[in-house]
């Protein structure tokens, strides 16, 4: 689905990703994990186009680098940023149907609006009113689900986690699984291990602006050093 070999990006003259590979498989949740600094959001923007790449970002056989980012978006791949971008003037259904494609309808794709309202009620109760009223949670659950409206075939989630409270953690967990259920491939930005290794099939560790490690969760438990000298504080 997606392969990455040999990127590199750069803000300024700093080189952030210094040759990182990886590959993502179809329907396949694939978590990216390290300390906060070490290029992991770099690396979505990078495939994305946010950021300029040097080296190969394959998707579905196809060279992404030097694409816009509406254009790679346009090809099935979808990105939830790190700061949960949501229209605070529109309302909650107007930004979910904002996530279709030129052309689509809802419905047409794996998901629609209706599934997004099953899956949180919260935001079916707060369809029509503005966007910058709801919570820090509900706007993490507004953002994923409306990428997910646009029917992408790989999503890029960057810390869904980040400040939310535990049961809207749990939530987040259980909407991956059910994204990967449906055939969506996901590669996973988070630096809480425990729903990571609970819903990886595979992580990959990065320091320094490149993969130190790669392997099942369970591999990851069985590396101690691993854990030690790149993901803990």
Same mark, same amino acid.
């Not at 070999?5 to 750069?10: M, S, T, V």
């Not at 009113?129 to 919570?135: G, I, M, R």
């Not at 819903?199 to 990959?204: E, G, P």
């Given at each position: 689905m997606l392969k990455v070999?040999?990127?590199?990006?750069? %803000?300024?003259? @700093?080189? &952030? #990703?210094q040759g990182v590979n990886f590959e993502v498989g179809e329907g396949e949740i694939v978590s990216l994990l390290g300390r906060n600094g070490v290029g992991r959001s770099t690396t979505c923007k990078a495939i994305i186009g946010e950021v300029e790449p040097a080296g190969e970002v394959e998707? +579905?056989?196809r060279n992404l680098v030097g694409m816009k980012p509406y254009e790679i978006a346009q090809l099935g791949i979808g990105y939830v940023p790190e700061n949960r971008d949501i229209f605070p003037g529109l309302t909650t259904r107007q930004n979910l #149907? #904002?996530?279709?494609?030129?052309? +689509?309808k809802d419905g047409e794709g794996r998901w629609s609006m209706q599934d997004m309202f099953d899956m949180f009620s919260n935001l079916q109760e707060r369809a029509d009113?503005?966007?910058? /009223? #709801? @919570?820090g949670g509900e706007k993490q659950m507004l953002t994923m689900c409306r990428t997910l409206m646009g029917d992408p +075939? &790989? &999503?890029m989630i960057d810390e869904p986690t980040e400040g939310l409270a535990p049961k809207i953690v749990q939530q987040v967990g259980e909407l991956l699984e059910q994204i990967a259920e449906r055939g969506v491939s996901i590669l996973l930005v988070? +630096?809480?291990l425990t729903i990571a290794m609970k /819903? @990886? @099939?595979? /992580? %990959?560790v990065m320091g320094h602006g490149r993969i130190v490690f790669q392997g099942a969760p369970a591999d990851l438990d069985d590396n101690p050093d691993i854990k030690r000298e790149w993901l803990e504080v």
């Open positions: 070999r040999d990127l590199n990006a750069w %803000y300024g003259k @700093s080189h &952030i #990703l998707f +579905q056989g #149907l #904002l996530g279709l494609k030129p052309g +689509q009113v503005d966007a910058a /009223v #709801l @919570s +075939q &790989i &999503i988070e +630096q809480k /819903v @990886s @099939s595979r /992580v %990959y």
